[in-house]
């Protein structure tokens, strides 16, 4: 096929204007007198796609060229956010597209608002693996992510003074235009049946599924910015097969049950989990894991092949990085391929498979480690529990071996948990079957190996890592604060920081320049302005996160309270006028988190309607908190509020947007927070709260709530107010649960949170203070791109190396 080359995309305005028509006429099937806005982005949005297609051509060609060591992030989450403005920043696009777009009579803005986020994951860990796969592109490693297509994403929450309510999130009910699906790259997967013994050969077995399922991949580009490659994140979507449509059912006319089993297939990607914590052990979230597991390692096995055929190679061309133990179950499903279909050796196995797997760890929260009960695993996969046990038996001699007698510490590690009930531990598999294991923030990979993984860090004490996460600065502050990008931009002398985030340091100099600090400032007030949610001169105070009691919006809702009751108490104090900002979704079925949304909106109504109070204190809490609307209100926060209890907060991100975007954090020594504050300087961040070691301790010497509450005059003032009945039961139960028990020592950090808000204040009375503070917090933010993290475990556990690709010509 030597000397066959492709038409090259227009670069002109002319020519992209060009390209457009054609694939309004030829793609989309319309013309330009009837095309609506809809026909419009999704014509723009293939044009835009077709730039990235060529990149991605060569990516692949040039991948598959050097046959290299690649990464596989293997997740059951992905949170990519919008794409087309991403893309049209990616591929260069913007301005042809913008003007193309105004000739056929649209703006692009109206075109942008058509473009819907795959909701595909929770919250954090979701997000943290779109930014990965953006600076894996960026750092121009080979990398496919591998995740789930669910047909519905994270529900759509509306909130209203009832609180929050969910309503289904059919993201692609219009189609997806930024999607390639690939069927004949199909799998097949199996479920449930019984396991055959094969003659004269004891290591293996033969699985024989009760249910089988098909798997067909789709993916999407992920860009590098600044560089030509262009990576995929394939996303499978379950299929039934043909088999299981029940034709002679169908014809005696019992239709349901003819459909009944292609149903039951296809209902393992039909939504997303909406919990981000709690196991609840619910069969189909297993099969959900599996089905990504199995289908990805054949896909991986796939590729090997093409440029490999010898086992003894698969390690060192393979790095399968687990997020969370949600994919663990990876570890035996590559053991069963290995021995029972390719018919290794056990030991030789085990040896690719523990050096292939990496493990990151995203919780320290004990209900929040994963943990299958042993007779859901032996039902649905019961070779892998075979192969689970054997696993924990040769792991279990090894500790035997090096703590001869000590039958505690077996116990405690093995992969099987035996009270209350039989269970798998997935946390201790993904140790054991694994080269590296990484907590997310320095704090939490010391507390992993200091208390949940304690055991573990003994034995093995070169496995545990820290890599601290990170955050694309193109989506984070790039996108979705253009005006501030500028300046920096202009600042800085060039835009080179958005691949080197560390330059954002020169921004120090600046600081003098009473004209920068001006701009820097007015830059602030435009983005409230745009964002809409109160004054624009009232210090914007923003909680933007999942609803957890961990998380503590209870103590924030406590700060509201009680500088309520201040200001009736002295209406003609001289008050900073506040904007308080919650946005976040809770689990549905985590009553104490959405009780806390109903009682924020329900007391954000009762201020609103005051108006002694209302001049100086405004709750705003919109609905649907998604990567869409982070972005609008990251770039109008001033105020950036990390209040978790210390050592709860594995990292945070949302803490690194905001810093990185000019806000000053209020925060506890949790999670990243600590490394934000070394960075951006202790003047820099109020510091308030109990550490991790305290809140432990605190436990420990008998922690009583009524204690703080007695003691502490506005404290018991604001907590009576809330469970005097004025909101209702809500009120009545969130009150309680603080006297109480108050698991996450609320009452314990608040007067330290007031005197800290206090600080806050004073800080922001001075306003030339608070803009230096704002300008430092984004300055000695750069440590915090995910180009950092993918740079740290490319160096320190992928151990892999770019792989540079040819420019167009
Ligand atoms: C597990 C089993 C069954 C159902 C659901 C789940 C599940 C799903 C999602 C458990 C946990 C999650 C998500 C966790 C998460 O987002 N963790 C956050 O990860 C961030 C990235 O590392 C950190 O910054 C946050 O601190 C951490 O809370």
Redesign the pocket.
């Known amino acids: 096929r030597q000397g066959i080359g492709l038409r090259k995309l227009g670069k002109t305005a002319d020519e992209f204007q060009q390209d457009l028509l054609s694939n309004l006429y030829y793609r989309r099937g319309t013309t330009v007198e009837s095309a609506s806005a809809r026909d419009a982005y999704e014509t723009l949005s293939l044009t835009v796609r077709d730039r990235l297609a060529e990149r991605r051509a060569r990516t692949a060609a040039a991948h598959y060229a050097s046959n290299p060591r690649w990464v596989y992030y293997l997740s059951?989450?992905y949170l990519l956010g919008a794409q087309l403005e991403q893309n049209l920043l990616y591929s260069g696009t913007g301005n042809l597209a913008a003007e193309a777009v105004k000739a056929l009579g649209f703006s692009l803005e109206d075109l942008e608002d058509l473009d819907v986020e795959p909701g595909l994951g929770?919250?954090?860990?979701?997000r943290?693996a779109a930014c990965l796969v953006d600076s894996l592109a960026t750092r121009d490693i080979p990398a496919v992510g591998y995740g789930i297509r669910y047909d519905l994403g994270i529900f759509r929450q509306i909130i209203t003074e009832n609180g929050q309510t969910e309503l289904p999130d059919d993201w692609a009910f219009q189609g997806n235009p930024w999607e390639f699906p690939a069927p004949d790259d199909r799998q097949t997967v199996g479920f449930y049946g019984h396991t055959e013994p094969v003659p004269g050969s004891p290591d293996r077995k033969v699985w024989v599924p009760g249910e089988i399922v098909l798997g067909e991949p789709s993916h999407m580009l992920v860009p590098g910015y600044g560089t030509d490659t262009v990576n995929i994140v394939r996303l499978w979507s379950a299929k039934a097969s043909e088999a299981s449509f029940d034709l002679s059912r169908f014809s005696a006319g019992q239709y349901a049950e003819a459909v009944q089993e292609a149903v039951r297939a296809e209902n393992i990607s039909k939504v997303l989990?909406p919990?981000?914590?709690t196991?609840?052990g619910r069969e189909l979230?297993l099969k959900q894991q599996y089905f990504l597991v199995s289908c990805s390692l054949r896909d991986i096995i796939r590729r090997f092949r093409l440029r490999n055929e010898d086992w003894s190679e698969f390690a060192d061309k393979t790095v399968i990085q687990l997020n969370?133990t949600?994919p663990t179950i990876a570890i035996p499903e590559l053991m069963r391929l290995l021995v029972d279909e390719y018919e290794l050796d056990w030991s030789k196995a085990w040896e690719i498979t523990r050096k292939t797997f990496a493990y990151t760890c995203?919780?320290l929260l004990p209900e929040?480690l994963?943990t299958w009960p042993v007779r859901l695993i032996e039902k649905l996969l019961p070779r892998h529990l075979e192969i689970i046990y054997v696993i924990n038996m040769l792991f279990l001699r090894e500790v035997g071996a090096q703590f001869p007698g000590d039958q505690d510490r077996i116990r405690r590690m093995s992969i099987i948990q035996e009270e209350p009930e039989r269970r798998v531990r997935m946390a201790h598999l993904a140790v054991v079957g694994t080269e590296a294991v990484n907590g997310?923030a320095e704090l939490h990979s010391k507390l992993l190996r200091e208390t949940v993984l304690d055991d573990f860090a003994d034995l093995w004490p070169a496995k545990f890592q820290n890599v601290t996460?990170g955050i694309s600065p193109r989506r984070f502050i790039r996108i979705a604060n253009p005006r501030l990008s500028d300046l920096i931009t202009e600042g800085l002398g060039d835009d080179s920081w958005l691949r080197d985030l560390e330059k954002l340091a020169g921004l120090e100099s600046l600081i003098g320049d009473a004209s920068f600090r001006d701009r820097w400032q007015s830059i602030k007030r435009a983005n409230k302005v745009a964002l809409a949610a109160g004054d624009p001169d009232s210090l914007t105070d923003v909680m933007i996160k999942r609803f957890h009691e961990y998380k503590r919006q209870q103590l924030k809702l406590l700060h509201v309270v009680t500088l309520y009751q201040r200001i009736h108490a002295n209406p003609a104090g001289d008050w900073v006028p506040r904007t308080v900002l919650f946005a976040g979704k809770a689990a549905p079925a985590y009553h104490a988190a959405k009780d806390l949304i109903q009682l924020i909106a329900t007391v954000g109504a009762t201020i609103a309607a005051d108006p002694v109070a209302s001049p100086y204190l405004k709750v705003v809490f919109p609905s649907n908190y998604n990567v869409t609307l982070a972005e609008k209100i990251i770039p109008a926060a001033d105020l950036s509020e990390q209040i978790s209890l210390a050592g709860k907060?594995?990292?945070?991100?949302g803490n690194m947007k905001l810093a990185l975007n000019g806000a000053v954090t209020i925060g506890t020594l949790d999670?990243a927070n600590i490394e934000i504050r070394a960075r951006v300087g202790e003047d820099n961040f109020f510091l308030f709260g109990l550490d991790a070691y305290e809140a432990a301790q605190a436990r420990i010497n008998g922690y009583q709530p009524r204690a703080f509450y007695e003691h502490d005059a506005e404290l018991r003032a604001a907590i009576d107010a809330l469970g005097s009945g004025a909101f209702g039961d809500v009120g009545h139960r969130v009150a309680s649960s603080l006297l109480g028990w108050d698991e996450y020592l609320t009452l314990a950090d608040y007067r330290a949170y007031l005197d800290a808000q206090a600080q806050v204040e004073e800080a922001w009375r001075d306003r030339d203070r608070w803009i230096r503070m704002s300008i430092l917090n984004t300055a000695h933010s750069g440590f915090f791109s995910s180009d950092r993290t993918v740079a740290d475990y490319a160096a320190r556990i992928w151990r892999v190396a770019p792989v540079p690709v040819p420019h167009e010509d």
């Open positions: 059951a989450e929770n919250g954090g860990l979701g943290l989990y919990d981000d914590s196991e609840l979230r969370d949600h995203h919780t929040a994963e997310v996460n907060e594995a990292s945070g991100t999670g």
